[in-house]
């Protein structure tokens, strides 16, 4: 089936303007995590939606960076007020655990290269 | 909070050899250490993983060894090929599944 989809590909966006980035989970996943990943500094989440059966859960936001949960399988990550050191690779990953059943395999989807003039 | 380092940042090797890279973390409580493959402009991909209750796992050319004391884990590859270059990145998770990226290392394998 298909796996995990992110959109755009690329974003330009001016300084302070906000942006939102879409992914499109594999169906049944349960976790989305946001990574940003910039080039010879390692990744780490910056935060991440969750959604069970009863209900959608809000990822926590992290500054100017949160997560949202439209649909079951889709996840936007919106970053606020965007700065030039925002400029980087937004990779976002799905998993068919919940976050509180602890690690299990993360898929990861083709990145957005955002770029901040 | 966690602290992953990994080493070397850029490495090539003739095919045919071995490849070693090596990850070092700092929280004790970190239980899963995966391995991915990241080619040029696409997405990464798990290659191996190991948990830590095991010290070692294989998967034909590719070994994954881990020492919880010294809280270090190290990708193996042996018998290189060219289409092994690419950049791998180590992980480190626990309970929160929550992962923190090492900065990759750029593995060039030459014909």
């Known amino acids: 089936g298909a796996g995990v989809s992110q959109s755009p590909r690329y974003k330009v966006a001016k300084r302070g303007r906000d942006v939102a980035l879409r992914c499109d989970s594999i169906s049944g996943h349960v976790t989305l995590y946001w990574y940003r990943q910039t080039l010879g500094q390692g990744s780490e989440v910056l935060t991440y939606s969750q959604s069970d059966a009863q209900r959608d859960k809000s990822g926590r936001p992290s500054g100017r960076f949160s997560a949202e949960r439209p649909e079951r399988s889709v996840s936007t990550l919106k970053i606020q007020r965007t700065e030039q050191g925002d400029s980087a690779v937004y990779l976002c990953?799905?998993?068919?655990?919940?976050?509180?059943?602890?690690?299990?395999?993360?898929?990861f989807g083709p990145g957005t290269r955002l770029t901040v003039t | 909070g966690e602290n992953v380092e990994q080493h070397p940042s850029t490495l090539s090797v003739q095919e045919g050899d071995s490849a070693v890279i090596k990850c070092t973390y700092s929280d004790s409580a970190s239980n899963y250490f995966p391995w991915y493959k990241q080619e040029l402009g696409k997405r990464p991909q798990l290659i191996i993983d190991?948990?830590?209750?095991?010290g070692e796992k294989k998967d034909q050319r590719i070994a994954v060894t881990l020492n919880k004391t010294a809280k270090h884990f190290s990708l193996h590859i042996t018998e290189t090929q060219p289409e092994d270059s690419a950049v791998y990145f180590c992980?480190?998770?626990?309970?929160?599944?929550?992962?923190?990226f090492g900065a990759g290392t750029r593995l060039t394998v030459k014909p």
């Open positions: 190991i948990r830590s209750n095991v």
């Open positions: 992980a480190v998770s626990k309970g929160n599944n929550d992962m923190r």
């Open positions: 990953a799905s998993s068919l655990v919940s976050r509180d059943r602890g690690p299990y395999e993360q898929y």
